[in-house]
């Protein structure tokens, strides 16, 4: 994943990420009761949105905010959203044994470019059950209509969202599966590799995205015949977003 050491990066396909207080404050309060400690909350809500919040400021929330947390995760939603990215963090939790826990959270993206963290909670592990029930409690709420849903391979998840969601169209998450290549290639291939299957997404239409992904299948499939396998069991899920992009004229730039 790029990074910007200097701070000079400024995107345009998006607006800037509008900063939810109140929801993180939230997330602070549900952590918290989890057996988070402080210190753990105030390093994770950095790590993830890059707002700095001191174990102390933590602490102070934790007492001020429990009131708020039963009406955010209540709260009426939009009704449609473009886009849905779910995805699991494990976090470490203060008990007599060191454990972690899973944080679910599903992020929309409005048509218009806005982004919203629309829910999270909070399992022992990531299991399809649990994002059944998210995803079944996201539509009782409001959020009738989403046109993608972006998510990693967790067994099940396209049939849960076939049931919640039948309309919707179903995109692996390229961050996983580069995350999964790398995994399974040696190191001095790892950077040709990457840079040869982000050109993959960088196609004006799916059919130059095809023939780009089978160039990089016969390249490399003598090499790491079981990675290449594994690409083509997931292909039909692997280049949607450029179809829907391409009939909804829409600018936007998915996870790399």
Known sequence: MPRDRN????QHTLPDYKQHTDL????VIKLYSKGVTTREIANLIEKMYGSHYSPAQVSNISKQMIPKVEAYHKRKLG??????YLDTT????????????AVYIAIGIKPNGHKEVIDYCIAPSENIEVWTALLQNMKSRGLKQVELFLSDGVVGMKAALAKTYP????QRCLVHVMRNICAKVRVDD?????????????????????DVLHAFYAKWNKSYNRVIRNLKDIEPDLLVFITILSRSGLQFTLPT
Not at 7 to 10: I, R, S, V, Y
Not at 24 to 27: K, T
Not at 79 to 84: G, I, N, T
């Open 24 to 27: 993180l404050e939230d997330m």
């Open 79 to 84: 009704d449609k959203f473009f886009c849905v």
């Open 190 to 210: 790892r950077e040709a590799i990457m840079n040869e299957f982000k050109q993959i997404h960088q196609q004006a239409n799916k059919a130059a995205a095809v």
């Open 7 to 10: 701070g000079m990066f400024h």
């Open 167 to 170: 309309q919707a169209h179903f």
């Open 90 to 101: 494990y976090i470490p939790l203060r008990r007599e044994t060191f454990e972690r826990e």
